[in-house]
C-alpha cells in the first residue's frame, strides 16, 4: 500500500493536470467562437457558387467546355487529407486516418497523398508517397495560402497526372460532433441534366466563359472550407476531450482524497494503540 507522502504527491500531481486540462479547454473554446464564424460565414457562399455551376451547367453542352469536368479512365488519384498539427483532441486525427486508410485499401490505383496537417503527415511518410505537405497552413490561414496550393493541384489534374482528386477532413457540426467527410472535387461532378429544372438564362458574356471562371473558384472554395471545417472540429474536439480529461481528474482526485483520509486515519488510530498499549505495559510492568 502506497504511504501517505506518495499518496500526496499523487493529489498535487492530479491536480496540476487538472489546471493544465482546464486551461486547455478554456483556450479552445475561445478559438472555437472564431472558428465557428469563419466556417458558418463561408458555407452559404460556397453553397450559392455550387448552384450556380449546376445552373449555368445545365444550360449548354459540357463536352469540352471545361477540363475540370472530364471523366476518364482512374489509374491516379490523390487525396487531400486535413488533420491538426496538434493532438489531444480525441478521434479526431486517427478518424480522418482511419477513413483515408479504408479508403486506399485493396486498391489498384496509384495514390499519391496531400498532406494538411502533421499527424497525417506523420501517419503516412513512410508508406506513402506524399505529393506536398501543407501543415504551414495553419500557421498563416487565408484563402491566398489554400488556393496557391490547390492551383497546383489543378494544373496537375488538366496535366492528366491524376484522374480524380478527393478531399478527407472532418466537418464540423457542433463542438461535441464532427462528422468524418470524404469528397470528390476533381473531376466536378455535376447532376444530370435531366434533374435540373429547365431555366431560360441570360449570360454575359456567355455560360462557357462563366463557368471557366467560377469552376477554379469553386474547387478551391470547396478545399478551404474543408480546412476550415477541420479547424472548428479541432478545437471543438479538443474542448471536449479537455472538459472530459478534466472531469476524469477531478474524479481521481476526490478518490485519492478519501483514501488519503482514510489511511492517514487508519495510522493516527494505530499511534493511538500502539502508545495506549506501551502505557498499559508500563504499568503493568
Do not use: C, W
Not at 212 to 219: A, G, Q, R, Y
Amino acid at each position: 500500500m502506497a504511504n501517505l507522502k506518495e499518496i500526496r504527491g499523487r493529489i498535487t500531481s492530479i491536480s496540476s493536470t487538472m489546471q493544465i486540462t482546464s486551461a486547455m479547454k478554456m483556450v479552445s473554446a475561445a478559438k472555437l467562437k472564431k472558428a465557428t464564424d469563419a466556417i458558418v460565414m463561408l458555407r452559404p457562399y460556397s453553397e450559392k457558387l455550387q448552384e450556380i455551376i449546376e445552373n449555368v451547367s445545365s444550360t449548354v453542352d459540357l463536352e469540352g467546355v471545361s477540363s475540370y469536368t472530364e471523366e476518364r479512365e482512374v489509374k491516379k488519384e490523390l487525396y487531400i487529407v486535413v488533420t491538426s498539427n496538434k493532438g489531444l483532441a480525441g478521434a479526431f486525427n486517427s478518424s480522418v486516418i482511419k477513413e483515408l486508410n479504408h479508403s486506399i485499401a485493396d486498391t489498384n490505383y496509384e495514390i499519391e497523398i496531400l498532406t494538411v496537417g502533421k499527424k497525417v503527415y506523420d501517419s503516412v511518410r513512410r508508406s506513402r508517397k506524399v505529393y506536398d505537405n501543407q501543415s504551414a497552413v495553419f500557421d498563416g490561414m487565408s484563402f491566398e495560402v489554400v488556393s496557391n496550393f490547390v492551383e497546383n493541384v489543378m494544373r496537375d489534374f488538366r496535366e492528366g497526372s491524376f484522374d480524380k482528386v478527393y478531399v478527407i477532413y472532418n466537418k464540423f457540426i457542433n463542438a461535441a460532433t464532427q462528422e468524418v467527410k470524404k469528397e470528390q472535387i476533381l473531376p466536378i461532378a455535376l447532376p444530370e441534366q435531366a434533374e435540373v429544372p429547365n431555366t431560360d438564362y441570360l449570360f454575359e458574356p456567355n455560360a462557357k466563359d462563366i463557368l471557366e471562371v467560377l469552376m477554379p473558384k469553386s474547387i478551391k472554395t470547396q478545399v478551404y472550407k474543408a480546412i476550415l471545417d477541420s479547424v472548428a472540429s479541432e478545437h471543438g474536439a479538443r474542448m471536449t476531450a479537455m472538459h472530459k480529461a478534466t472531469d476524469n481528474a477531478e474524479a481521481l482526485r476526490n478518490d485519492l482524497k478519501i483514501f488519503y483520509n482514510k489511511a492517514r486515519q487508519a495510522a493516527i488510530t494505530n499511534e493511538i494503540l500502539e502508545i495506549v498499549g506501551g502505557a498499559e505495559a508500563l504499568k503493568n510492568s
